[in-house]
């Protein structure tokens, strides 16, 4: 049977490991033991390297070394300008996305493909390890990371010969680590600290099926702050020092040397640092270090009651803490966790290892020799497309458990309308613009009926990797849509928790402009229809002064949709529905009764130009 391999594809770091036919689980290690690969490309004059070598070369100044390139992965150039401040290597825009100048090749490579030279080294290991051809894999990505991280996740496994059989969320792939889903449910915080960011989750697994209930974190938390706070201690207390650190190969050993000690002093209580070259020599505690570490304490737990308020969870409802990241060693964030949930930690797998071991897990549930076991993540946050009136119609909401599936009719606004665009979204908010565009596509070929006739049907799809395919389809001409999404360009966690409370403080005001706005589009459909329909019928269907109301009630929701009060515009249409429901019922006329309801696509505007 062929192997199927989990890996780890980490900011700072990456692992391969495999799940044996005996049920236990193998970091798969380099030739010199190693099971952590730095997730670090060096590009130098003398060739490309990855891993340990590649981070040795960061001073090296004819060299680009590329590191946490996963935070670039999926998304616009313009959408890491952040991102991009923190670096240290350079990165161009590339038709929109960013890449990373290799002059000594004359080439750019783009997140994905450093991603790839990644996954490439780790497929060699694993070859060599497992003593055979390795193409099968699962590959983690954040719980938060979108649409297009997944997708290029994904094409970073292909661009490395891997055939990627999923994308799995490391929360989800730490509590398979430790048979949860296998042999227990319950609900699951995960608590991952690494080096420079940290996640928060919170996992319900019920009958084998894990769902993310909440996320929450800080991309730039993590253990490197805490060296950088001790740095900072022992620079402002020497001036001496200070000046000396003013070289980067001075700094970096104190940095070094910073790291030890905190280490050191999750097995110790006090730590003597000596360093006799630069003259200096100090003692650390760990009640000293416990203050410096205070702020990130605060921040971490900021963003863990924030996951535990969106999710509606009380801290004591969860059953067991599972610690990921080498940071979470750390003795304060221990007690901290410990202290918030009251509950056990699951901390017997090695933290830095723990998220490989459960892809490994997966790896061979898919590969076939295990069934018993169902995965499934949710949808972080609702999808939907765009309507009449520039509003949000959801057709997946978030949370949604996926692979999921939706569909809904759809029908024109304009009579003899042959075309239909339909603008994907992603958000909560009620209008469109308020949300994220994913992409956009066109349905031609539609048959020139009154408005309100056509039926489209708009399905959604999210395969179980989380990639959404959005099609439509004329019904009575079967007519379908050439569906090209465009990759949604990602979303970071803070993004996907801004968008959030975006919706949330803006709830009140977008849901009465939406009433108001799908007030007017309701209006004029019915004005529409009810001008249409006056003029096909005769006298004999309608009397004069039955029209006379007619045109006279039409008049005035004319003007009431000039204003801005919903309201008077909704009971406008209810006076004018009742004076043409006798017209109605006379005239059995189904195109008609449509128009009067249903949801309406916008047609493309012939410029090019707002269709709203
Ligand atoms: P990761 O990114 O998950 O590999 O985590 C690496 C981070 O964990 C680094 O910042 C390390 O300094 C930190 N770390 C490793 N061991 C310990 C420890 N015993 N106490 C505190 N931090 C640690």
């Given at each position: 049977?062929?192997?199927?391999?989990?890996?780890?594809?980490g900011?700072?770091?990456?692992?391969v490991?495999?799940?044996?036919?005996?049920?236990?689980?193998?970091?798969?290690?380099?030739?010199?033991?190693?099971?952590?690969?730095?997730?670090?490309?060096?590009?130098?004059?003398?060739g490309?390297?990855?891993?340990?070598?590649?981070?040795?070369?960061?001073?090296?100044?004819?060299?680009?070394?590329?590191?946490?390139?996963?935070?670039?992965?999926?998304?616009?150039?313009?959408?890491?300008?952040?991102?991009?401040?923190?670096?240290?290597?350079?990165?161009?825009?590339?038709?929109?996305?960013?890449?990373?100048?290799?002059?000594?090749?004359?080439?750019?490579?783009?997140?994905?493909?450093?991603?790839?030279?990644?996954?490439?080294?780790?497929?060699?290991?694993?070859?060599?390890?497992?003593g055979?051809?390795?193409?099968?894999?699962?590959?983690?990505?954040?719980?938060?990371?979108?649409?297009?991280?997944?997708?290029a996740?994904?094409?970073?496994?292909?661009?490395?010969?891997?055939?990627?059989?999923?994308?799995?969320n490391?929360?989800?792939a730490?509590?398979?680590?430790?048979?949860?889903?296998?042999?227990?449910?319950?609900?699951?915080?995960?608590?991952?600290?690494?080096?420079?960011?940290?996640?928060?989750?919170?996992?319900?697994?019920?009958?084998?099926?894990?769902?993310?209930?909440?996320?929450?974190?800080?991309?730039?938390?993590?253990?490197?702050?805490?060296?950088?706070?001790?740095?900072?201690?022992w620079?402002?207390?020497?001036?001496?020092?200070?000046?000396?650190?003013?070289?980067?190969?001075?700094?970096?050993?104190?940095?070094k040397?910073?790291?030890?000690?905190?280490?050191?002093?999750?097995?110790?209580?006090e730590?003597?640092?000596?360093?006799?070259?630069?003259e200096?020599?100090?003692?650390?505690?760990?009640?000293?270090?416990?203050?410096l570490?205070?702020?990130?304490?605060?921040?971490?737990?900021?963003?863990?009651?924030?996951?535990?308020?969106?999710?509606?969870?009380?801290?004591?409802?969860?059953d067991?803490?599972?610690?990921?990241?080498?940071?979470?060693?750390?003795?304060?964030?221990?007690?901290?966790?410990?202290?918030?949930f009251?509950?056990?930690l699951?901390?017997?797998?090695?933290?830095?290892?723990?998220?490989?071991e459960?892809?490994?897990v997966?790896?061979?549930?898919?590969?076939?020799?295990?069934?018993?076991?169902?995965?499934?993540?949710?949808?972080?946050?609702?999808?939907?497309?765009?309507?009449i009136?520039?509003v949000?119609?959801?057709l997946?909401?978030?949370?949604?458990?996926?692979?999921?599936?939706?569909?809904?009719?759809?029908?024109?606004?304009?009579d003899?309308?042959?075309?239909?665009?339909?603008?994907?979204?992603?958000?909560?908010?009620?209008?469109?613009?308020?949300?994220?565009?994913?992409?956009?596509?066109?349905?031609?070929?539609?048959?020139?009926?009154?408005?309100?006739?056509?039926?489209?049907?708009?399905?959604?799809?999210?395969?179980?990797?989380?990639?959404?395919?959005?099609?439509?389809?004329?019904?009575?001409?079967?007519?379908?849509a050439?569906?090209?999404?465009?990759?949604?360009?990602?979303?970071?966690?803070?993004?996907?928790r801004?968008?959030?409370?975006?919706?949330?403080?803006?709830?009140?005001?977008?849901?009465?402009?939406?009433?108001?706005?799908?007030?007017?589009?309701?209006?004029?459909?019915v004005?529409?229809?009810?001008?249409?329909?006056?003029?096909?019928?005769?006298?004999?269907?309608?009397?004069?002064?039955?029209?006379?109301?007619?045109?006279?009630?039409?008049?005035?929701?004319?003007?009431?949709?000039?204003?801005?009060?919903?309201?008077?515009?909704?009971?406008?249409?209810?006076?004018?529905?009742?004076?043409?429901?006798?017209?109605?019922?006379r005239l059995?006329?189904?195109?008609?009764?449509?128009?009067?309801?249903?949801?309406?696509?916008?047609?493309?505007?012939?410029?090019?130009?707002?269709?709203?």
């Open positions: 049977m062929k192997p199927v391999v989990g890996i780890d594809l900011t700072t770091h990456s692992l490991a495999y799940r044996k036919e005996d049920g236990t689980v193998e970091v798969l290690r380099d030739r010199e033991g190693r099971a952590l690969l730095p997730s670090v490309v060096a590009l130098s004059p003398d490309v390297s990855v891993g340990w070598g590649a981070r040795e070369l960061i001073n090296n100044p004819k060299t680009t070394v590329v590191y946490a390139a996963k935070r670039l992965m999926g998304r616009s150039f313009e959408e890491t300008a952040a991102e991009r401040a923190h670096l240290s290597y350079p990165v161009i825009d590339k038709n929109g996305s960013p890449a990373i100048p290799d002059p000594e090749r004359g080439r750019t490579l783009t997140p994905p493909e450093i991603g790839a030279l990644i996954l490439s080294n780790l497929r060699s290991r694993a070859e060599e390890a497992l055979c051809a390795v193409a099968d894999a699962v590959i983690t990505v954040p719980a938060y990371f979108n649409d297009a991280q997944r997708q996740t994904k094409d970073a496994g292909a661009l490395a010969g891997l055939n990627v059989l999923r994308i799995i490391e929360p989800t730490a509590a398979l680590a430790y048979g949860l889903g296998e042999k227990k449910d319950g609900l699951f915080a995960v608590f991952d600290l690494g080096g420079g960011t940290f996640d928060f989750s919170l996992l319900e697994i019920r009958k084998g099926i894990f769902e993310v209930r909440a996320t929450s974190g800080d991309t730039h938390l993590g253990g490197e702050d805490f060296d950088r706070a001790i740095l900072t201690e620079l402002e207390s020497d001036p001496g020092l200070a000046a000396k650190a003013e070289r980067p190969e001075v700094k970096d050993i104190l940095r040397e910073a790291e030890r000690a905190k280490i050191a002093l999750s097995k110790t209580s730590v003597t640092v000596r360093l006799p070259s630069l200096f020599s100090t003692t650390l505690t760990r009640a000293r270090l416990d203050t570490v205070a702020p990130f304490v605060s921040r971490a737990f900021h963003a863990v009651r924030s996951a535990m308020q969106d999710s509606g969870i009380e801290p004591q409802a969860v067991g803490v599972i610690l990921v990241g080498g940071s979470t060693r750390f003795l304060r964030f221990r007690e901290a966790v410990a202290e918030f009251g509950k056990p699951l901390d017997s797998v090695d933290p830095d290892l723990v998220v490989a459960g892809a490994a997966q790896a061979d549930i898919l590969s076939g020799r295990r069934k018993d076991l169902l995965l499934l993540d949710v949808t972080p946050l609702s999808l939907g497309i765009e309507t009136g520039g949000t119609s959801t997946i909401p978030r949370n949604t458990t996926i692979p999921a599936q939706a569909k809904e009719l759809f029908t024109t606004y304009v003899g309308q042959v075309n239909v665009d339909i603008h994907v979204l992603q958000g909560e908010r009620e209008m469109a613009a308020d949300n994220r565009s994913l992409g956009r596509f066109t349905l031609s070929g539609i048959p020139p009926l009154p408005a309100g006739a056509p039926r489209i049907e708009v399905t959604f799809q999210i395969d179980a990797n989380g990639i959404l395919e959005v099609s439509a389809r004329e019904q009575t001409t079967g007519q379908r050439n569906v090209v999404i465009h990759p949604s360009y990602g979303l970071a966690k803070e993004d996907v801004e968008l959030l409370k975006e919706a949330f403080s803006h709830a009140k005001e977008d849901f009465e402009l939406r009433l108001l706005v799908d007030s007017r589009t309701e209006a004029q459909t004005i529409n229809a009810t001008a249409r329909a006056l003029a096909t019928v005769g006298s004999d269907i309608l009397d004069e002064r039955e029209r006379q109301a007619i045109e006279a009630q039409t008049k005035i929701l004319r003007t009431a949709m000039e204003g801005n009060d919903g309201k008077k515009v909704r009971d406008e249409i209810r006076t004018l529905d009742r004076l043409t429901q006798p017209l109605a019922e059995v006329n189904h195109s008609l009764t449509e128009a009067l309801s249903g949801k309406h696509l916008p047609e493309i505007p012939p410029e090019g130009g707002s269709h709203a």
